[in-house]
């Protein structure tokens, strides 16, 4: 019964069999290995677009560095109150822009509203010395209260962030359960919809470590290289790094990892709505939970070995669970009792 | 009828005179002068206790220095939504803290409450690397919106930040203004009341460039005199610098101007008061008055050659007034009257 | 015939047992994980000391976080003219370090000479704000240029650094191919010889991508977790950067494949010095040989499959050559063979 | 007999007249004054081109600002091995770029060489992200030696570095001795050859405190604005900045005072020329000297009041001499007499 997070799960066994496969004698470091240059095909080809790609292992780094290459060090990058970005990457995303400054701006469930961006950019004015400048808008895919932006959502944020020159960055920890939420394509979701640059990430959905930046547009990734580099964040032995992505969108593994993720979410979901007194607190669309248990749940649910993280903030009683690729029915089913008590 | 800034006004007769007075013959450079070794045993004097005093010549300079040496690159500094730190120094403090995180908490009339700071406080774990490090709080004496900080509050907000071993920076970019109101001793509003560190403003009152960093306890000024070099703040003909803020502090000349800048902007409230449809967004207690006018006034006044600001964001037909040294009861009067219509 | 790099090889199969073994059910992430745990007290206990240690997953990450723990923004860092932290890190230490100055001193084959070290020492003022402030020395241990400072030297390093306040860093990149050449202790080759901070490494010896930073003053140590995490350094799944690096340390796997790479290099070292017209750079005392080879014998040995890089800054001809624990013996003599004509 | 350094002089009455003209009534602040107005105006009458022109108060923000506008954060920024920003702006110039590197290369009397500058180049390589980027030239004129390069040369170096997409700085903090020593234009020793950004100096030669940054390409300029308030170096009340500024370059008081300084520089050098056993370790064609004097001279000098610094470094019984607006024949033909003995 661990739900503390999609990060606990090991690794997918394809993607460790992968790992393997890649440890046959020499290849040439830093990227110019087969492996690499096979993904950056393998993802064009799925994304439907030319593309760049950077692989890189956490997936803090990954926004971390996509962020500093849309935002300058003056810039205003507009997020919401509890994003990834703001809350939990130890002021990374300052370090790497030199000093941007997250905005955050309204939002519902971890999607921002189109009234909150615009009151959020009508707040700097352009050209004015004084004021941050705003440079880019930051959207969590799933969101980190589990809920999942529309594509209609994601294409109104866009257009209102490119009217005011700004670029668009998704943080994708989740990007996976958000399209076997949506059921849409990987093109859709992101450049279709006006993403400019994407975290694409692995590790949460059965990577070792593996996460990828990549631009639509190849030509916005120009300097990414140099600071790739001076963050220390390319690999000699980039094709262990490359492989894991590799198999991860190889046979729609990454789909068939999300989508079981997912099932287990609403599995847990539809049992937990069944006992009394249970609520949510935010909507169930991918594989994040916010529940409120009943009184002593929490306390017998860890009694028996049950792993997850309280939510003060979220409401009384209230918890986080995670569920992921390795998710079993019998944990799902299992929790659902205890809880039921 | 100039009511656009206090920054607007020239420099003050006494401090020009100091200015001239100080251009007499060679001095020794970057602060060895005779002047600014008065200027440090002066304002000692006048703050009644040891301090480590710099002269810096911009408030944004005096107030990023300032946060830089009490904040770590992954320290949160709380404040509120419109700070001056926050808002209008184009990410100054995060560049030179290196990235620290300026968190907004709930405040009246711009003076952050209990309440506010505490649930600030609480949000971020200290010790937990994913969040920024709660480090220091920035209170803005008098506020952005023309209000003061009585002195119970000012030491309630420091026992606060005091408790999870925050630092108290204030900004008194209009510090004269406030100790004029409160009728204090600059000692019981700044140190004895728990400020650790002070950015002292003199240019908004009469001075021509001149700020001073002053550190109640002169241990955390440790390292200072490298960030003030490194970011060229360091003046090699210190001693202008030093006369302006000598003079400044000297025969109660930065209390008289203050008074008199107080006192206009009372008159202008009182004048205003009696206007049929004027409104106050903020109470006036010091020499900024945020009024919202009646339909045509703004047109009326500017016509006539009246400099104010627009605030849209505080409320309808809402401006921003600022009396300084140099306003005279003859144009506040005449604003008044062609406000009145 | 591969001797581009040391990079170039794979992973030794005993780590990648390892980190298959890792992947054994749930775990904590974020490091709170059992072989974390375990390869903190290994490490200890192979360096018999209590220590601080933190798994990263590139050499230039371990440099840089490293150094920006010991090296304020305004700090001097001694190091020699082709130091990987000052050639090939691409800025990364001024990034971290948020604007520290790599001054380079004397060396021979990458070693620092005292009196280079001291003049560098001697030309900033300590105290005086105008220059960068002496903070920290780095040697890279083995050199760049494949050379061994031996214990003493090291030792009076230190103690020359030691003297002026400043830390020393070692950059141990290819750290146990010095020790496999010294035949001496860790514990000696470090903080008995002064060393404050090691950047351990293991990729170029065998693992796919771990390095640890560690501090032989734990408390040192207090601020490095924020350090890390706002570097996206912090790998969630933490678990397989530590088997790599628990297994590198385990039955002295990391000794067994840098005796083999130094023993290869020998070889290699052996051959040519019998071939007419072959001269080195430098003394060959670990993995790395910077070989001046004969008229056309480099253009021949790429024709059979040799790769190699060409140091044309170095001499006539002059090659690099790297050997690394997956080297053999078949293709050093083949090596030798074809360039001998 | 001060010959410490040209600040120690005061500001030029006819400065401190412009300062005392500029105090007259409002003015809108941040640079919307009408005395800025005409200072760009008329700057860029004197430099016979249209241009960026930033008033700055010192002249190690002049050239940090400057060099963070043409060198990225992985840039690297050639200079010589104690120019001033390498030695004396405490890591400024590392800290406004965010990281950039200062590479020192050859120099003569501080003045780069083309072989020098060629094999700085020519170290790192051009789109190798393990490289810093090859980004700047910094040449300070007159050097920090008090030489002076010519036209011929200052076109050579920015020819070879135009050539390698590189921009050139000068770092004109004694920018008038240096006209004044050639009998140029300001557009011959600038623009016309080659140099795209120039920290123009005026505080050493009679201001208070003012520098101009100026950008030949308006259009380099564009984030300028930015950069300069995030970093507090933008005035409120500018117009004295800028007052003092438009002085300095009306009817030719910065050529006078810059040939005043010079000519008793000349003076100073011819009388100890004389003097058995001094001599001189650099060319004295400004307003610096470095002189080796005759033992026992330097404490006879002390004795009777003279003041300036000893320079150990440059050789035995060395010191600097520097001449300003202010300096007197009296007091060098007095300096003469008693260092003669």
């Given at each position: 019964m661990h739900f503390a997070s999609d990060n606990i799960a090991g690794v997918h066994p394809k993607i460790m069999d992968a790992i393997i496969a890649a440890n046959d004698g020499v290849a040439k470091s830093y990227g110019e290995d087969d492996i690499t240059g096979a993904l950056e095909a393998k993802l064009a080809d799925l994304f439907e677009t030319d593309l760049a790609v950077f692989p890189i292992a956490t997936g803090s780094a990954a926004n971390c560095l996509a962020l500093s290459a849309v935002a300058p060090p003056w810039g205003a990058i507009y997020c919401h109150e509890h994003a990834h970005i703001f809350d939990?990457?130890?002021?990374g995303p300052e370090f790497y822009t030199g000093g941007a400054k997250l905005y955050t701006v309204e939002a519902e469930s971890g999607r921002l509203t189109a009234d909150g961006l615009r009151q959020g950019l009508d707040r700097f004015v352009v050209g004015f010395d004084h004021n941050p400048q705003p440079a880019a808008v930051s959207l969590t895919q799933c969101t980190e209260y589990g809920a999942v932006y529309d594509l209609d959502r994601i294409a109104a944020l866009s257009e209102l962030a490119h009217a005011r020159n700004c670029q668009v960055h998704m943080d994708g920890a989740r990007f996976a359960n958000a399209v076997a939420r949506l059921d849409c394509s990987p093109a859709e979701m992101t450049w279709k919809a006006?993403?400019?640059?994407?975290?694409?990430?692995a590790t949460k959905n059965g990577a070792m470590a593996a996460e990828a930046v990549i631009f639509?547009?190849?030509?916005?990734?120009?300097d990414f290289i140099f600071r790739r580099k001076r963050a220390g964040h390319l690999f000699s032995k980039m094709r262990y790094l490359s492989a894991q992505l590799l198999a991860y969108v190889t046979d729609d593994l990454w789909l068939e990892n999300a989508r079981h993720a997912n099932r287990t979410a609403q599995r847990l979901h539809d049992g937990l709505s069944r006992i009394n007194s249970v609520s949510f607190a935010h909507p169930v669309e991918a594989n994040e939970l916010f529940v409120c248990l009943p009184d002593g749940a929490a306390g017998r649910l860890r009694a028996d070995g049950a792993s997850f993280y309280d939510m003060d903030a979220v409401g009384r009683n209230a918890v986080r669970l995670v569920t992921s690729f390795a998710t079993t029915d019998a944990e799902v089913d299992r929790f659902i009792n205890i809880c039921g008590g």
């Open positions: 939990d990457e130890c002021c006006g993403v400019d640059v994407l975290s694409f990430g639509f547009d190849p030509e916005k990734a120009r």
